[in-house]
């Protein structure tokens, strides 16, 4: 279980499925709930850490394309647009309940690279000190990898891993368009059930992981188990929930069991 007592950094990742509606606009009342809710959290003495993905959705749709770009250039034109269009909403959102953020664009190389690594410490560090909450995107518009598929973070599952890593962060939640990890498909099988808790990852949890997610998205919950292996490896706790489920941050806080925890088994 949980012990939600040693918790106090918390790193919160958002997908483009719980971020936006199927047409890729976005869903203001979800964003709205989560900034307050988080400003809240951040109230209660949490520091709180957003990785939002989203970008490439929102600049496809506020560019008026019917669809998820596919030629590099225009990815990287729809993330900028998508981009500034997070970053608005979010600072006007937070701002309500007197949160200043911070925007964080990083990019693999940035991650590798030691002297680069100890100063994005420093500057999460800083902002945290601050009370600021850093919201936290790659860098679409120079990291041609997560937009191509090819060697990158992947995804933003990982690189909310990875960002959990850097801050040293006591708990990661990434919330999903599902409830977490099932034995079979939920979305075919209505027999399938939720595993509450995987202490360790083996090729029979892999395979309950299957393939991708949704259309606007990139990831499924095969990147998610990715991103459970750096936060076990760290030993910090992972958490994957629903997306779409109000409240739920409060929950996680207050101690209920909430969709599948990622954490070694402690003798």
Known sequence: MLNMNEVRRIVVKVGTSTLTYANGKLNIGRI?????????????????????????????????????????????????VGQCELMHIYDKMFLEYGVNVAQILLTRENIIDDDQRRNIQNTFSALLRTGAVPIVNENDTVATAELTRIESFGDNDTLSAVVARICEADLLVIFSDIEGLYDADPRKNPQAKLIGHVSRIDAKIRRMAGGAGTANGTGGMATKLTAAELCMDADIPMLVASGEREGLLYDIVDGKPVGTLFARAHS
């Open 32 to 80: 709205e709930r989560l900034s307050r809710t988080i400003s809240d959290l951040r109230n209660r003495g949490y520091e709180m850490v957003l990785v939002s993905s989203g970008a490439v959705g929102v600049g496809a749709a506020k560019l008026g394309l019917r669809e998820r770009p596919r030629e590099l250039a225009m990815k990287q034109a729809a993330a900028a």
